[in-house]
């Protein structure tokens, strides 16, 4: 299991690993390596998270949710499998933790009189600004 929240825990076998080779600089190493890493974690079907964190995660996704619900995340930086995978789970960990945080609900206000007031004020100012800078109109 992997802790993510006190609340939220994950378990391994959810994430689904698959190992590519990784693009870029590298020379031979490259070539030879798979040391890329892909990881899925299917948000939809996944037991573990409450419902409403659920929904936050597939909004804040973007392009790595693919239409079936599963979060797709690539790390490819470090040259060893290893290191690639731990940074994809922590990206993978750190997209929950965020959708794990229940947005503040924002209350509607009226602005006061005096901010009323005042902005009426510096209006009628720069009206007189731009009316001097006209030319007299002569009859």
Do not use: Y
Request: zero cysteines; aromatic letters at 2%.
């Amino acid at each position: 299991m992997i802790q993510v929240t006190p609340s939220i825990a994950i378990d391994e076998s959810e994430i689904e690993e698959s190992f590519v080779r990784a693009s870029g600089p590298g020379g031979q190493h490259v070539n030879k390596v798979s040391s890329a890493v892909q990881i899925r974690f299917d948000v939809r079907r996944s037991p573990s998270l409450p419902n409403e964190v659920a929904i936050r995660l597939m909004k804040q996704a973007g392009s790595r949710l693919t239409q079936d619900g599963v979060i797709v995340i690539v790390a490819q930086a470090h040259r060893s499998q290893k290191r690639n995978r731990e940074e994809a789970v922590e990206r993978l960990l750190e997209l929950i933790r965020a959708a794990a945080i229940r947005p503040a609900v924002r209350r509607a206000t009226k602005p006061t009189k005096a901010s009323k007031e005042r902005r009426l004020a510096s209006k009628e100012k720069r009206s007189g600004v731009k009316a001097g800078r006209q030319k007299p109109v002569s009859d």
